[in-house]
Nanobody, 125 residues
Framework: VQLVESGGGLVQAGGSLRLSCVTS????????IGWFRQAPGKEREGVSC????????YYTDSVKGRFTISTDNAKNTVYLQMNSLKPEDTAVYYC???????????????????WGQGTQVTVSS
């Protein structure tokens, strides 16, 4: 099983980045894919999640209206489009897979079976 994030980088406040999470080794449609982030000295928090088989989307309040999660099921890939970035969005971003039947608890990292290695997002003021 692999989840590989990419697309992180350094961007000025107000800018945009698109993160990708390419997955392999499990049945994509059986899982929802979530994005988490962890800033220095803070706990990891759920940012967004998408159920790959029915398209349900979830967002934490701080990113609603700025971030959009999407999926390309043919490529087993999930994207996180991040617009209007703020310095407080600076963190390591991780994607992770949770069985779709548990997606209502998407914000709880303990429910996830597989994790990627993370990609750094830095937003300068």
């Amino acid at each position: 099983v692999q989840l590989v994030e990419s697309g992180g980088g350094l961007v000025q406040a107000g800018g945009s980045l698109r993160l990708s999470c390419v997955t392999s080794g499990f049945t994509f449609d059986d899982y929802a894919i979530g994005w988490f982030r962890q800033a220095p000295g803070k706990e990891r928090e759920g940012v967004s999640c998408i159920s790959t088989n029915d398209g349900r989307r979830y967002y934490t309040d701080s990113v609603k209206g700025r971030f959009t999660i999407s999926t390309d099921n043919a490529k087993n890939t999930v994207y996180l489009q991040m617009n209007s970035l703020k310095p407080e969005d600076t963190a390591v971003y991780y994607c992770a897979a949770i069985v779709w039947g548990h997606v209502d608890n998407w914000h709880d990292e303990n429910g996830y079976d597989y994790w990627g290695q993370g990609t750094q997002v830095t937003v300068s003021s």
